[in-house]
């Protein structure tokens, strides 16, 4: 007979260790470590007979091909993030902050697909119906025919779902309160949200309904995060924003049926998510295009370019080992554009303090973003301010050369429809007209440009 097993699981990223430690090697945090059973909620075994997933020869599945059944809610941010909409049978988990705006969207979402016809289940874990039909009043939801539950059990939830006629959509907030009688830990935990998780994608592949879970994403290991079911669903989104901000970006980490690089654009109002169809325009909103220290990003997300502000700020340092503090962009990569600066253009940081901040609290994550990072900090470090009718993008190498980025001729479009009359660039990108753009193949000559153009 077999010893029981144990294992030590962390509730953040569900790295499985063999004893307890205090810091998760998987993902670094401290104290996310829990004991859990291993076996809870597997099935299968011995005895069992091959019925279902005997092998096909790729061969044998000729015949038309189809597109995986969508539908779309009509919500033309969504749909962008997803790929063109929910896809039928398949499971979409959603991720994001206590309090960022999950269950507004997918309330809103609900209320768009039952206007169009779809039966729509929401399952609340979190709130009383009460309170999930007081929220659906402010979002002007309250007149559809979304079917309400308040169900934790994953058992009870699924015997709620076999009544009546099969439903389209089925909205489960969230995953961390989920628990079913087949596993003895507590909810909240890996093992809890990974059977629950498991019976509601059995249920979408069974039925042909789509499934969307919300996960909170949790910082302290008591609870488990979305990552531990992420390798199990079809789809993971995730829904980001600041808090000081209103706009909200819905962003696609897998997507099975789709791209992955798409986000859909969201501004927060009091009568809940409104669809930004032009994010350029609200990030650039709020611009003070006079002051030294700030350039413009012609960035891509996706297929769609979006225009962003990068704000430097560079100063003396009082301190031995000067301050550099990042937020929306990839702290090693700012090293990396001080280190070439340094190294390619004789400009000096390494008494400085270097502040790098993306406005709106957008997050860049391109690499053609280095040479408007480059600019801001030139145009700080000079106390010029750059020219308010110019972008700039392109990647910097470690030898200071200046790589081509793709999506010239977009980003140009984009800024161009925004006003802007000039471009910094990737000389190698310069097949665009190039009568008001300043192409570069080497950063050396960024600096007196940067000069030039701001004097
Ligand atoms: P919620 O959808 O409950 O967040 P989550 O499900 O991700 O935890 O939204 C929380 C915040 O959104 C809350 O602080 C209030 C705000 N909110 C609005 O500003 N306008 C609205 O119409 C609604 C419904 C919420
Ligand atoms: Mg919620």
Redesign the pocket.
């Known amino acids: 007979m077999a010893k029981a097993r144990t294992q030590f699981v962390c509730q953040n990223c569900g790295t499985v260790h063999a004893r307890w430690v205090g810091k998760c090697e998987g993902c670094g945090e401290w104290n996310t470590i829990v004991e859990d059973d291993p076996t809870a909620g597997i099935g299968g075994g011995p005895g069992r007979t091959p019925k279902k997933g005997r092998p096909v020869a790729l061969t044998a599945l000729s015949g038309e091909i189809e597109e995986a059944p969508r539908i779309p809610t009509g919500i033309a941010e969504l749909d962008r993030a997803t790929g063109g909409g929910f896809v039928r049978g398949s499971a979409l988990l959603i991720g994001?902050d206590?309090?960022?705006?999950?269950?507004?969207l997918l309330m809103q979402a609900a209320a768009a697909l039952s206007r169009l016809g779809s039966r729509v289940i929401y399952v609340s874990g979190e709130e009383a119906v009460a309170q999930v039909r007081l929220?659906a009043q402010?979002?002007h939801a309250a007149d559809t025919n979304v079917l309400l539950a308040a169900e934790t059990n994953v058992e009870d939830i699924l015997a709620t779902l076999s009544e009546g006629k099969r439903p389209d959509l089925v909205i489960i907030d969230s995953i961390q309160t989920l628990w079913s009688d087949l596993a003895e830990s507590a909810p909240g935990t890996v093992t809890q949200v990974r059977v629950g998780v498991q019976a509601m994608i059995r249920f979408a592949k069974q039925t042909g309904a789509t499934v969307v879970l919300v996960g909170h994403v949790t910082k302290d290991g008591q609870i488990a995060g979305p990552r531990v079911v992420e390798h199990m669903v079809d789809a993971v989104l995730y829904f980001e924003g600041d808090r000081g901000h209103h706009y909200r970006i819905l962003r696609t980490v897998k997507n099975r049926f789709g791209p992955t690089d798409e986000i859909g654009v969201f501004e927060?109002?009091?009568?809940?998510l409104r669809e930004v169809s032009n994010p350029s325009e609200l990030f650039l909103g709020e611009r003070n295009a006079k002051a030294p220290g700030a350039a413009v990003f012609a960035g891509m997300e996706g297929t769609r370019p979006i225009l962003v502000e990068i704000q430097a700020l560079v100063a003396p340092s009082p301190l031995g080992t000067p301050r550099r503090a990042v937020v929306g962009w990839d702290s090693a990569r700012l090293s990396m554009i001080l280190a070439v600066l340094e190294a390619h253009c004789g400009v000096r940081l390494a008494q400085h303090d270097v502040y790098l901040n993306v406005a709106g609290g957008y997050r860049v994550s391109e690499p053609a973003a280095d040479m408007a990072v480059a600019a801001a900090l030139v145009s700080s470090l000079a106390g010029l301010a750059l020219p308010a009718d110019c972008v700039y993008f392109g990647e910097i190498s470690l030898s200071g050369a200046v790589r081509p980025v793709a999506h010239t001729a977009q980003r140009l479009k984009e800024a161009e429809k925004l006003g802007f009359q000039r471009a910094v660039l990737p000389s190698a990108s310069a097949e665009i007209p190039a009568s008001r753009q300043a192409g570069l193949t080497e950063i050396e000559a960024l600096a007196d440009l940067v000069v030039k153009i701001a004097g």
């Open positions: 994001g206590p309090g960022i705006g999950k269950s507004t929220r402010r979002l927060m109002s009091d009568k809940g």
